[in-house]
């Protein structure tokens, strides 16, 4: 019996983390030190907040910090696969402020996207302090939030959350996982389709990474079951701008409503691309629904579900060698526990990107704005809510207008 890959057991974060030491840096005279907004994280979502706040007149150190759990620029990108390439990605969206001029099609994304971030980071001198683990969100003396980290805590009037959801991958429990005498890895911690070459892959899930990564494998050699909770939504044509508002107004109203935000596919639908074709032509996209449970060597449907169908009633049993979960991620919001902020329906009451519960407190990147081209957006409205709030304090920072901030482009 073996385990699961560790990065999948352990959030994904741990490979790096063995490799560099955290960062240290004492706190003043053993206290908090205070500064106005602090970001936590430096993905899409952070490093938008953190133009927006330079763009509004707060200066680094006294007026914002940005705190960055990773060891380099580049946020999620920097972890991701190496076959997936520029010409592969789903969508690479520019940072307010300064174009992403795509390199060469085959350049691996985690290389070209974390050099778009160095440089933006560098150009606008965010001076992004990492690697910085954020530990908690607590509330603090004088109105005030401490943002504890593993080298030093921080006293801020508002935070930015923007931490995204590379290091929280989802893994479903199914009887059976525990006695399976293969390989059991999340998609967090794919290394590339070549060592599957030959192998008999399970790949589970219903986006567009276990259908990127199915390509893949079947390309390398690897023979490929695809199994899904729910038949597979492809949409054709294109993704017009009527169609995004339309996705970002479905996910808005759970949030608002306290629920926790839904997948991504489950409401944009999987795009038809001229590869995603072929690939249905070929076979490689026959999709089986969910097993049942997992079997010392493969998986199994009981034939008494709902999910039974005549496939599995032709293959009631699937031998694998490797199961790979593309079962997606959830929102990285531990460190905000103390504050307590879920609503009964088991999400977070949003408003915009301003916590209801917290009205210092927004979160970037989640829900409606958990995308790069929502994260711009989302990162310009924060930063102008928080305006308005620091404005009501006599010791507010002089920040732009209203007026300026609104006509900064998202």
Known sequence: MRRLDAAASSGGAGRWKRRHPPFVHACVNGEARETDVVVIGAGQAGLSSAYFLRRAGFTPGTGFVVLDGNPAPGGAWQH?????????????????GMAFHPPAPQEEAAVAVPRYFAAFEKEFDLQVRRPVAVRAVRHGAEDRLLVETDAETWAARAVINATGTWTRPFLPYYPGREV??????HAVSYPGPEEFADKRVVVVGGGITAIQLLMELAGAGARTTWVTRRPPQFREGPFTREYGREVVAMVERRVRAGLPPRSVVSVTGLPLTPAIVEARERGVLDRLPMFDRITPTGVAWDGDSESDSAATHAARTVDADVILWCTGWRAALDHLAPLRLRAAGGGILMDGTRVVAEP??????????ASTVGANRAGRDAVREIRQLLSASASAPAVASTAALDSLAA
């Open 180 to 185: 399976f005498r293969g390989r059991q890895l």
């Open 360 to 369: 210092r407190l927004h979160l970037v990147g989640y829900g409606p704005s």
């Open 80 to 96: 991701r696969w190496p076959t997936l390439r520029t010409a592969t990605v789903n969508g690479i969206f520019d940072l307010p």
